[in-house]
């Protein structure tokens, strides 16, 4: 149950780190810190089914509140914008020669 209870402190931290990032206006470190608390949640997910009934209810529980506070912070993290891929533009001096 410890290595379980580690797995969850672990991803809290990370949603703590993405916390502070957004605080510290750093999106994309947020992203990342998100990122890498939903790795640590998968693993616990993997590991589900081999859980006795007591891990489960410690673990589902603690858990699900990593989750929470997980989900607040990704709603508060800003959407990136993509630009759109458009034909670059001829500049018709961009081949004649400086010295000239």
Do not use: H, N, Y
């Amino acid at each position: 149950m410890d290595e379980l209870l580690k797995l969850t402190a672990d991803a809290g931290v990370e949603v703590s780190a993405a916390e502070t990032a957004l605080e510290d206006a750093e999106p994309q470190a947020a992203r990342d810190a998100l990122d890498r608390a939903d790795d640590i949640l998968t693993q616990l997910r993997e590991r589900w089914p081999g859980m006795s009934a007591p891990e489960r209810a410690v673990i589902g529980d603690a858990a699900a509140v990593v989750r929470r506070r997980r989900d607040a912070v990704a709603a508060r993290v800003p959407v990136r914008r993509v630009l759109t891929d458009v034909a670059a533009e001829v500049d018709p001096e961009q081949d004649e020669d400086p010295e000239s």
